[in-house]
């Protein structure tokens, strides 16, 4: 077999990853100063660090051959199971997440390194079953693959990170030749568990009046009786489709049991959800609901953002940042404090240096060499894409707050390293395209 070279490597896609990363250190380190010029915290000195031994790891993933990790992905997936229960009983809580293991300031964030997990055994999986994904039975276990650790990230309960994970599940399940009214069921079901969700709370604090239709879900009396229809309908028009062959059975069956699943999800999301996530959704409906309090992030954010104009007010010269207006600011916000002082020309960088590697990403796992590689490359790219889109969302308040941070920028060690290993095996899987 042909050795693997150095000058094999995609250094588009490297390049504008170590660009990424500098410009995060950048921010973080803006993020740090006072409006008087005071530096208060060492964030930018761990960030480096942390983005010198992502490009380790970064480096390590590149050359270890992914049919490697194929093998061992039963034993990832299993190992990052194990931590995550681990963490959902003596784990460290921070900002109203079990989400962390380690010592004092020093620790890592199992929920993202899942991400990685779950791609690399479903990519195993999908490649196993072939064309069975568009079996039903074979598609559902598939989602179960991608439900456990989301669940177990649910229950610490830290929901924007679990809100990646069905992205990647259904782009992956999409490249591998599932049945499309499937990958809708999911998305159908999940929109309207959102929905139903959230109802309670926009009904009281926007609407200002009840509706008609939710006296049915959160009146327990009235609950049962149409859980008990949505059930009776399924049945009948399931027997009906097995005994007469009908489509029109199906269908009725179908959306019934979309129904069923958003309403028996919203029971069981509103049990798990509290109450600042529930209104994470609804500031981002209209943020003057609670300014001075659940919406204080968002406006802040789109002020900072908008106040930055064409060209900026120039690297350490914003005032949102400086002033600590924005919270969570070299996090969740970071690309607010780019945009305040690199302006509209500032954040138009960073879309296309990461559009080069959605764009690099995508090429790479359309040449890829087998459909595990193939599978892989896509999970990755949804995972990047969907944190971008969120993130940078979010802080222009066309997008819900959802704690996602922006991967390379976003101060922490959990998320560098984990997009830096998936850049990696994307590396990795470009090198070995004609192996």
Same mark, same amino acid.
């Given at each position: 077999?042909? $050795?693997?070279s150095?000058?094999?490597?995609?250094?588009?896609?490297?390049?504008?990853?170590?660009?990424?990363?500098?410009?995060?250190?950048?921010?973080?380190?803006?993020?740090?100063?006072?409006?008087?010029?005071?530096?208060?915290?060492?964030?930018?000195?761990?960030?480096?660090?942390?983005?010198?031994?992502g490009?380790?790891?970064?480096?390590?993933?590149?050359? &270890?051959?992914?049919?490697?990790? $194929?093998?061992?992905?039963?034993?990832?997936?299993?190992?990052?199971?194990?931590?995550?229960?681990?963490?959902?009983l003596?784990?460290k809580?921070?900002?109203?997440?079990?989400?962390w293991?380690?010592i004092?300031?020093y620790?890592?964030?199992?929920?993202? &390194?899942?991400?990685?997990?779950?791609i690399? &055994?479903?990519?195993?999986?999908?490649?196993?079953v072939?064309?069975?994904?568009?079996?039903?039975?074979?598609?559902?276990?598939?989602?179960?693959?991608?439900?456990?650790?989301?669940?177990?990230?649910?229950?610490?309960?830290?929901?924007?990170?679990?809100?990646?994970?069905?992205?990647?599940?259904?782009?992956?399940?999409?490249?591998?030749?599932?049945?499309?009214?499937?990958i809708?069921?999911?998305?159908?079901?999940?929109?309207?568990?959102?929905?139903?969700?959230?109802?309670?709370?926009?009904?009281?604090?926007?609407?200002?009046r009840?509706?008609?239709?939710?006296?049915?879900?959160?009146?327990?009396?009235?609950?049962?009786?149409?859980?008990?229809?949505?059930?009776?309908?399924?049945?009948?028009?399931?027997?009906?489709?097995?005994? &007469?062959?009908?489509?029109?059975?199906?269908?009725?069956?179908?959306?019934?049991?979309?129904?069923?699943?958003?309403?028996?999800?919203s029971?069981?999301?509103?049990?798990v959800?509290?109450?600042?996530?529930?209104?994470?959704?609804?500031?981002?409906?209209?943020?003057?609901?609670?300014?001075?309090?659940?919406?204080?992030?968002?406006?802040?954010?789109?002020t900072?953002?908008?106040?930055?104009?064409?060209?900026?007010?120039?690297?350490?010269?914003?005032?949102?940042?400086?002033?600590?207006?924005?919270?969570?600011?070299?996090?969740?916000?970071?690309?607010?404090?780019?945009?305040?002082?690199?302006?509209?020309?500032?954040?138009?960088?960073?879309?296309?240096?990461?559009?080069?590697?959605?764009?690099?990403?995508?090429r790479?796992?359309?040449?890829? $060499?087998?459909?595990?590689?193939?599978?892989?490359?896509?999970?990755?790219?949804?995972?990047?894409?969907?944190?971008?889109?969120?993130?940078?969302?979010?802080?222009?308040?066309?997008?819900?707050?959802?704690?996602?941070?922006?991967?390379?920028?976003?101060?922490?060690g959990?998320?560098?390293?984990?997009?830096?290993?998936?850049?990696?095996?994307?590396?990795?899987?470009?090198?070995? $395209?004609?192996?």
């Amino acid at each position: 077999m042909k $050795r693997v070279s150095l000058f094999s490597f995609d250094f588009i896609l490297l390049g504008a990853t170590l660009v990424l990363t500098v410009i995060g250190v950048l921010f973080i380190y803006s993020s740090n100063i006072t409006s008087t010029g005071l530096v208060f915290s060492n964030e930018y000195i761990k960030q480096l660090i942390w983005a010198l031994s992502g490009c380790i790891l970064l480096a390590f993933f590149a050359y &270890f051959g992914y049919t490697r990790l $194929r093998n061992l992905s039963l034993h990832i997936y299993g190992f990052v199971i194990l931590l995550l229960l681990i963490t959902a009983l003596i784990g460290k809580e921070v900002n109203g997440a079990r989400s962390w293991l380690g010592i004092g300031d020093y620790g890592i964030q199992p929920s993202e &390194f899942a991400k990685l997990a779950l791609i690399l &055994f479903l990519a195993s999986y999908l490649r196993g079953v072939g064309n069975g994904v568009r079996e039903l039975p074979r598609f559902v276990l598939g989602f179960g693959i991608a439900l456990l650790p989301m669940g177990l990230i649910l229950l610490q309960p830290d929901m924007g990170t679990a809100l990646v994970f069905p992205p990647i599940f259904l782009v992956m399940v999409f490249m591998a030749g599932a049945r499309l009214r499937h990958i809708f069921f999911i998305f159908a079901s999940g929109a309207l568990v959102v929905v139903l969700s959230i109802l309670p709370a926009f009904e009281r604090l926007i609407l200002g009046r009840e509706l008609a239709f939710f006296n049915l879900i959160s009146n327990l009396n009235l609950l049962k009786y149409l859980l008990i229809a949505l059930l009776f309908i399924a049945l009948l028009a399931g027997w009906g489709y097995f005994r &007469f062959k009908r489509s029109y059975f199906y269908w009725i069956l179908y959306n019934d049991a979309i129904l069923l699943t958003g309403v028996l999800g919203s029971l069981a999301a509103r049990m798990v959800l509290r109450d600042y996530q529930i209104m994470r959704l609804i500031i981002f409906m209209n943020p003057r609901v609670d300014p001075q309090g659940a919406g204080w992030n968002i406006i802040q954010s789109v002020t900072a953002v908008g106040s930055g104009g064409f060209w900026g007010k120039g690297f350490l010269q914003g005032t949102q940042s400086h002033y600590r207006f924005l919270p969570q600011q070299s996090t969740d916000f970071i690309f607010s404090i780019l945009a305040e002082e690199w302006g509209f020309i500032g954040g138009m960088v960073v879309f296309l240096l990461f559009l080069v590697i959605l764009i690099r990403g995508i090429r790479i796992a359309y040449t890829a $060499r087998g459909s595990y590689a193939l599978y892989v490359g896509s999970g990755i790219v949804a995972m990047i894409f969907f944190h971008v889109m969120i993130n940078i969302g979010m802080a222009m308040g066309i997008m819900p707050i959802t704690g996602i941070p922006l991967f390379f920028l976003s101060y922490g060690g959990s998320s560098l390293w984990t997009a830096m290993i998936g850049v990696g095996m994307l590396l990795n899987i470009y090198q070995r $395209r004609w192996r």
